[in-house]
């Protein structure tokens, strides 16, 4: 069988990136080591959808944090997923 992508672990990324490439006419493959998918670092992350205050906004974290929580709402009213929408307040130290 050919693909013409084939991603190499089911963490929340290789997940993520398959089901947008789901939206293309390709032959995705995806492959897991494990024997189910997020068995790896996702399994145990928190749940926290960073909202981007937290790191610089100059730095590739802080700047793909703040564009990518709008898109976790347009994720969960395209899936299953449940978001509780609490509030943080980052305070200043001291
Ligand atoms: C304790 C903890 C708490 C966290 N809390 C948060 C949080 O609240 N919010 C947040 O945004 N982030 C959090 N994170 C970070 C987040 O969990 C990770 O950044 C994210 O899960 C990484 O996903 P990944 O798909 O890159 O990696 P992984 O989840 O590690 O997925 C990689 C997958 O690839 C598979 N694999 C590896 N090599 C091969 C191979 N050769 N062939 C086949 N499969 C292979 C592995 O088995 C694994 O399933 C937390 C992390 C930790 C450790």
Known sequence: MRYDVTII?????????????LRYRLKVILLEQECEVGFGTSKSNSGIIHAGHHDDPRTLKGRLERCGNPSASAAKSRTCLKRSRLRSMPLPPG
């Open 9 to 21: 672990g089911g963490g929340v990324i290789g997940c993520a990136i398959a089901r947008e490439l």
